[in-house]
């Protein structure tokens, strides 16, 4: 049985670290972690200019402590009217991705896409230079019931969208069914996929197991156990389409513990124990290196990170909360036993 597993530094290709304060709780979660993280950009307002980012960039490193490396991979977020003038200055800021919310689709999305097509000038100037379109892959119409709705993203848009921009390189978010895990495993390489811990260890009985747990509330939700049992296949694949990405959304819990209730679990502050407890479980912890640390930067076309973390086979409880600004962060698994720890 391995007691202890050595990896290449991870990166997060997918966070949200939130804004003032609450900087200093979870950005040093993350930096402990992982080497790099693709920071989301659904701030209120969002950031939608390069000199937004680069701020929101400066912000983030702030908060890094003293003694840790660590970078914050900056994203744009895709309105209807992003003028395609500001991807020239976004690349040359080095802000490597842009965000693509469906109007309404999840947290702070409200600002987002109501026709794609709208966008087709500033995806054609991503796609000449080189900078990543992320797809939060969810229709909004109420029309669609919410466990299916990133399927008929994929038909209704994804797969219309990669037709006329076919060398746009393009992450589908946080995979949730078995529908996704095939379209992109049998897609070009211009398309990947992020997975998060929570939707490999859990399918949607974690939401309503002895009552409502809003904790494990997000979106997308989670699905069906044939889903999560595709998702987990997918990830210890050793396929190169697949990599890390939390998806970590801090909330205060007062919002969490709410009659309309946040979505997003709260991962970042024992992420990659939860990713070993996922694989391990399928005994597949030989090919938790190259989807944590490998996968992920080469689709990005950058290079691979030298530092290493090492994990081992040990039981911990995390804390049950977290200061949070003025309020409180309930992570995932809180007072809860884990059974992998990271070596410090």
């Not at 979870?26 to 693709?38: C, K, L, M, N």
């Not at 229709?139 to 746009?168: C, G, K, N, W």
């Not at 939860?274 to 992920?296: H, I, P, Q, R, T």
Request: proline share 7%.
């Amino acid at each position: 049985m391995t007691r202890e597993i050595t990896l290449t530094r991870p990166d997060d290709w997918h966070l949200h670290v939130r804004d003032g304060a609450a900087l200093e709780t979870v950005v040093p979660h993350t930096a402990a972690q992982f080497a790099r993280a693709i920071i989301m950009p659904n701030l209120k307002p969002p950031v939608t200019t390069a000199a937004q980012a680069v701020a929101y960039r400066d912000r983030i490193r702030s908060a890094v402590p003293a003694g840790m490396a660590f970078e914050p991979l900056m994203t744009l977020y895709l309105t209807d009217n992003l003028p395609p003038d500001e991807i020239r200055r976004a690349k040359e800021a080095g802000v490597v991705a842009v965000k693509l919310y469906p109007a309404g689709a999840t947290t702070n999305s409200d600002a987002g896409v109501t026709d794609i097509r709208k966008t087709y000038a500033t995806l054609e100037a991503m796609q000449r230079e080189g900078i990543l379109l992320l797809v939060h892959g969810e229709v909004t119409s109420p029309d669609i019931d919410l466990f299916d709705r990133e399927a008929v993203f994929i038909e209704e848009q994804l797969m219309p969208l990669r037709r006329d921009f076919p060398e746009l390189k393009v992450v589908m978010e946080h995979i949730t069914t078995k529908e996704a895990a095939h379209y992109v495993a049998s897609a070009d390489r211009y398309l990947g996929a992020t997975l998060t811990a929570h939707h490999l260890l859990y399918n949607r009985n974690a939401i309503f197991t002895g009552g409502i747990r809003p904790h494990y509330y997000c979106l997308p939700v989670l699905k069906r156990e044939t889903h999560r049992v595709a998702l987990v296949a997918a990830a210890t694949s050793g396929n190169p389409k697949f990599f890390l990405g939390t998806d970590s959304a801090p909330h205060p819990a007062h919002l969490k513990e709410h009659a309309t209730g946040c979505a997003g679990c709260y991962t970042a502050h024992a992420a990659m124990e939860m990713y070993a407890e996922a694989f391990d479980a399928v005994g597949a912890l030989d090919k938790l290196e190259g989807f944590a640390s490998f996968f992920g930067a080469d689709f990005y076309g950058l290079p691979r990170n030298t530092g290493t973390i090492t994990l081992r086979k040990e039981s911990w409880t995390p804390p049950e909360s977290f200061a949070f600004g003025e309020a409180e962060l309930k992570p995932l698994r809180s007072g809860e036993a884990l059974p992998w720890r990271l070596a410090v």
